[in-house]
């Protein structure tokens, strides 16, 4: 009920003047290994099961078989929001396959005494109001409680809670991720410039009357005047229209990478723009640029597709490894990897939400050609920290998303952040590392062959940047790589031909639904990935 | 000149060398006890100029005795050397452990403080004067003081600087204080073993140094444990209990007056005057529900505000919510403590829950009539989310049509934006407010806030037997707001921008250390 009594001197003075650095700090710089208390190890071995797809070959054709009228392939967003879809159209014979022990994709999650955590996406935007599918998913997940003057009410415990965000420069925490601190005159104004223009790009409209981003992309103007965008890169038109401040321009290509798992060097402007420019979110008791977050990060939205999966069935541990296309059914043969035992299914339709570069092996000649292209993936690396306690330093308390300027790795976010018990002691943070180096192929062999060690140095190294002498409070870090983490958006691949290609079903029996079939990997356009191609299976679109 | 008196002079120069590397460490040794004594009298007994100007007085005049002393020191002047060098380590080495730890057990601080500046500033004075004696031999005056004083100062220097930019940050008041005995024990073994002359004494001294050097060690590594007790230091008063639990630090303290409750720091009672927070926190809200029988409290493990409620015969039921176990295990078990809250928890109509308020009142669907919520202030983002409107709207529902709940608002004269920002919280919510106000000469002028459901605030129960403070006078004045202390616009806290605690923060920044 009150506060410090203003004659005694704090109590954490006197603590840090008596004791100076714990003896633990000093013993720990000089031992040799200031790691070796920290437990963990990499998690996630999802990539291994995926080469035994290259290897399919190798795998023997089942000898039994089951008969079904619809299978889902891949049970990330895109593929459970199909799976719901269908389900709430009447399809009674619904069967969704995931190779993981879990369903949720690139949203899949974990948890610990201290807390759930994300491993992969983690938050969800306010979204536009006139996305009426996704505001009825919303809403009856309880993210929306309901709608005031027109506008959606959401749940205040699944917004974002205050504060939201800091960036570590200049050796002090300052409040949002737009640089200012230390910042000079010329260079906030150049950042005023920037956001004013994206703000009025955010109105702009094509000739056809369509916004010119917009989410789903493919409701953005087709008006040539945008769609140019697309061939050039997003550095390019930054250069063409004068941004040259430094700041800025980490600032924009912390943006790219925190999305596309890229630099602006590589991205399309295009997709640049459109994470700028495509958000009208509104809400009744949020602003524009709130954000929707739970501990298990987008775990929460996978969870809850799922669960309005109503009689669709779910198996989980079942790798699809081919599929062969007939006149009259689709066969498929499937792997249960933790058995090695195999079975085929013939169905009657067949709705992949694998990613392109799996379906590439799934499927053979022709056809996998035209549905692989020529997608690129970003690798990603994420680990998540258990500790004990956080030491700060200077400024803005600790967030929800906590970045830290002029890093390789995007920041962290603070798991326990949306928790409405008071911390009590541990937490969790997790933290985000796009691979930007080299050919992808070349940057994932780099990541796989890490070990979990190098992970742990990489991470503290980086984290010591703003919280001296993290490693003595962190417990406990485990790691996720993902190989393919994200289809990347460099230029000519949302608006060439190759990506519509990849979408046109086979037969009228095999349908695409993925993220990478939008060339943005983000929540929204799974979720309509899934929807789309779920019309065009049920014959609706 | 011959080879011998060449080498003869070289180990001169050697040894000359080596004692005015002495004279160097024995001066930042001093000046680091000086400093060590000054920091611990500013912290300790408050008014650093006083402290640190008699601090500084009565150290140089006690090496003003220590010279005139060495006067009278008479025969082998290595021997004394070594001996007073063992001595300050000891001594200036466990000032800062000893004065720390016998800070809180002595009536007169004091006494041990300059009882320890006095010796050590005198062993101190006696160093150098024997010291130079001892070089003395083979220089010429004028040469040996210039040196001797000129390291006597560059050691000065090097103590004023690392002492506050290195030591205090990383080795902290006690283990500096430590360290700097281990160096002037260590020039004494260095002078021990590098003078033939102290061949007779070696073994005795050496077990002198080495029983010296086991304390001053022994002090350095159970330097924490000493310093567990350090939080006694934050604290005016004899600290009588104290645990760490894993939601907060307790510690009850105690003078002759009164007793008080510290939560991480925090006061939260006074038992001199927690009478009139309480019966101010449950009283007005009770008079206006005289039937209420099911109450429910959020925080308040210490039973105060139940044993207030329990003078209302009507009364059936509390459900007290509050996070920490070890809180209310301590309110219904220690003696002192049962007397303080009269034995409240202890009641039959009393039910304890140990669990997290937010996660209680969103699972709990029982009707209460009296709501009494007595957080901590919201001094940070995990306490403030119990001050929003979020949370309001999940403990309204538990509250009856004519019921009434109550806050405790943090203090309206300090924190003015805060405290209208609860009342316009819980506007927005939809509640009719009373904010009202007393005086708690502890906390000093303090708010709270009265909600109900549309309906008005009468206070027409009979106050009970043997209040204090709360009459129908106090009731009627503590609604009105001076100047100083009326409403203010605020924007409304929500779990999304948490307002409250940049107000709070605000506020009471000026008042905090
Ligand atoms: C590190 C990281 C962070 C991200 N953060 C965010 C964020 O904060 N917000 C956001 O909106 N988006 C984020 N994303 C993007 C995220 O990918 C999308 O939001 C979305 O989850 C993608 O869903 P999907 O269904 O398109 O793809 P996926 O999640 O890739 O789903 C495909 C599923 O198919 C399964 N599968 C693949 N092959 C087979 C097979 N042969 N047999 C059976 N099953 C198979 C996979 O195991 C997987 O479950 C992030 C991505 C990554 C990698």
New interface residues.
Partial sequence: ???????????????????????AA?AACSSKNPYSHITGGIAGANHKVGHLLRDGAAIPAPDEYMEREIVIAGAGVSGLSAARWLDRKGHNDILLLEMGERTGGNAVWGQNKASAYPWGAHYLPVPDAADEELAAFLQAAGVITGYRNGLPVFN??H??????ERLFIHGHWQEGLLPHFGVPGPDRQQIAGFMQHVAALKEEKGTDGKYAFSIPLDTSSADERWRILDTITFAQYLKERGYTSAYLLWYLNYCCKDDYGMGIEHTSAWAGLHYFAARRGRAA??DHS?ILTWPQGNGFLADALRAQCGNAEIKTGVLLYRVLPHLDYVELHCLMPDTGKSFGIRAKKVLLSSPRYVNKHLLAGDISNRISGQASYAPWVVANITFSSLPQGRGT?LCWDNVIYGRDSVGYVYANHQ???????KGVITWYLPIQAGSDKDARMQVYKRSWNDWVKVIMEDLSIAHRDIHRFVENIDVWVWGHGMIQPVPGYIWGRERTAAMRPVNDRIFFAHSDLSGISIFEEAFHQGIRAAKELSGMS | MDSTSGSQQQSLNRSHRLLLFSVFVIATCGLIYELVAGTMASYLLGDSVTQFSTVIGAYLFSMGIGSWLSGKVDGDLFRWFILIEILVGVVGGCSAPVMFLLFEHVTSFRVVLYAFVALTGILVGLEIPILMRIMNAGVEFRHLVARVFTFDYIGALLASLIFPLLLIPYLGLIRTSLVFGLFNVGVAVYILYSFRETVRYRRRMATLVAGGSLVLVAGFVFAERIMSYSETLAFQDKVIYSKSTPYQRIVLTRNNRELRLFLNGNLQFSSADEYRYHEALVHPAMQAVPAAARVLILGGGDGLAVRELLRYPALKSVTLVDLDPAMTQMFSNSEMLLQLNKRSLLSDKVHVVNTDAFNYVRTDSSLYDVIIVDFPDPSNYSIGKLYTVKFYEEVSRLLQERGIMVIQSTSPLVARRSFWCIAHSLEAVGFTTVPYHVYVPSFGEWGYVMAMKGHLWHPEGTLPDGLRYINRNVMKTMTSFPPDMAEVPTDINKLNNQVLVNYFEEEWAPYEH
């Fill in positions: 009920m009150n506060t410090d009594r203003p004659e005694m001197p704090s109590r954490r003075e006197w603590l840090r003047l008596l004791a100076g650095v714990p003896l000093v205040e415990y917004l974002c809670h205050d504060p939201e008791n949020a709130s308390a928790s409405l018990t008071p911390p009590v002691g």
